[in-house]
């Protein structure tokens, strides 16, 4: 346990067997909580073999003013913790908290000696739009940039939620209609099946391997679908053939993208657009103010959206060679899978190539 002393001290532990059983509820109560927070998405990375879960919460005058869940690793020797692990297709993390009792300076000092000596951590990652870059940086981390785009959306005014997407796509979205296209909420585990199948080919396309396998994808359909968060979505043809699909998450006024994919035969159907839009309609109806589409590339922004600059993924060694041994790795994985999907292409001629990317475009990613 880590204390502060003096009045109004805080402290960091485990949460209890209790807390544990209520920890959504707990979470929720934080304004800055999002569904990478909720046991589920905890679960899930268990499940697919990313650590071991540490829930730990942060109390101060016997109430709960923050919580932290992430999971520990071990690599040989090493032990590392991040909230979240890196790869595993998490989009933020850290911790969730009142910003009105706490501070992240008064965060830092708890976590960084928990984290490094209650649990040994070697290595420790954070992802999260909340803490502050100069206290960060004070403690030794070093972050990362990682933004993303915005889409506001506005409950009860689909109208102006529309009129926000650009013309293009707003026109693709009437042409899709005119079309035929079927778009159906799925909930059957056999789309995880074909989403796969279409990630699969979206990455081979661009020239890279899938980074995850498919049991990734089946734990965060099965965890997420149980606690009622999961927006699963195909679009087809008339003919019944299935061309798109996507898993979106909602958790309070957020509805945020995981993964789409489309297939490449119909890619002039450009389903995308009609299956986004629809995820959408089903959001304002539950509330939410904004998606996440999680990235940046050319193809999101066409949704009217808005830059998110404010997430860093925050890392801090305990050794100096190791934090070297981090940008290596993750270079080298990169660029693995750059080699790996164009190997793949080769004995695919049906995927339609793309450039093959250089090693600085790579090592870029």
């Known amino acids: 346990m880590s204390n ?10 485990e949460a209890s067997a209790a807390e544990l059983a209520s920890w959504d509820k ?3 109560q934080f304004p800055n909580h999002r569904l990478v927070h909720t046991l589920a998405w905890v679960r899930s990375l268990e499940l697919s073999g990313f650590g071991r879960p540490h829930f730990m ?15 520990l690793n071990e690599v040989g020797p090493l032990r590392l913790f991040g909230s979240p692990p890196p790869a595993s297709q998490t989009p933020s993390m850290g911790p969730a908290f009142d910003p009105s009792r706490v501070t992240s300076r008064e965060l830092m000092e708890l976590i960084v000696p928990y984290v490094e000596h209650r649990l040994g951590a070697d290595h420790m990652e954070i992802v ?3 803490l502050d870059p100069a206290v960060m940086e004070g403690f030794g981390f070093r972050g990362e940039v990682r933004p993303t785009y915005r889409v506001r959306l506005y409950p009860g005014d689909e109208c102006r939620t529309l009129q926000g997407l650009k013309d293009g796509v707003r026109r693709t979205i009437n042409q899709g209609i005119r079309q035929g296209l079927e778009v159906r909420f799925e909930s059957n585990r056999r789309f995880v099946e074909e989403h796969y199948r279409q990630i699969r080919e979206l990455h081979l396309r661009r020239g890279r391997a899938v980074n995850f396998p498919r049991k990734r994808v089946l734990d965060c359909f099965t965890q997420c679908h149980k606690a009622g968060n999961l927006v699963t979505v195909s679009v087809y043809l008339p003919n019944r053939v299935n061309i798109a699909t996507a898993m979106f998450m909602l958790e309070g006024s957020e509805l945020l993208l995981w993964s789409w994919a489309r297939r490449s035969k119909y890619r002039w159907h450009r389903p995308i657009e009609l299956m986004t839009w629809s995820v959408m309609q089903r959001a304002l109806s539950a ?4 998606l996440d589409l999680t990235g940046t590339d050319d193809f999101k922004a066409r949704f009217g959206t808005e830059l998110d600059g404010r997430k860093y993924r925050w890392m801090r060694s305990r050794y100096w060679w190791l934090a070297g041994m981090r940008q290596l790795a993750a270079k080298g994985f990169f660029w693995q899978q750059a080699v790996r999907g164009r190997a793949a292409q080769w004995s695919s001629p049906t995927l339609g190539l793309e450039p093959f990317p250089s090693l600085r475009s790579a090592l870029r990613r």
């Open 4 to 13: 502060l002393a003096g009045p109004g001290a805080l402290q960091l532990r």
């Open 26 to 28: 707990t979470v929720r």
């Open 57 to 71: 919460v942060v109390e101060k005058d016997h109430a709960l003013v923050g919580c932290l869940p992430g999971l």
């Open 128 to 130: 999260s739009s909340d």
């Open 287 to 290: 509330g939410c103010q904004t």
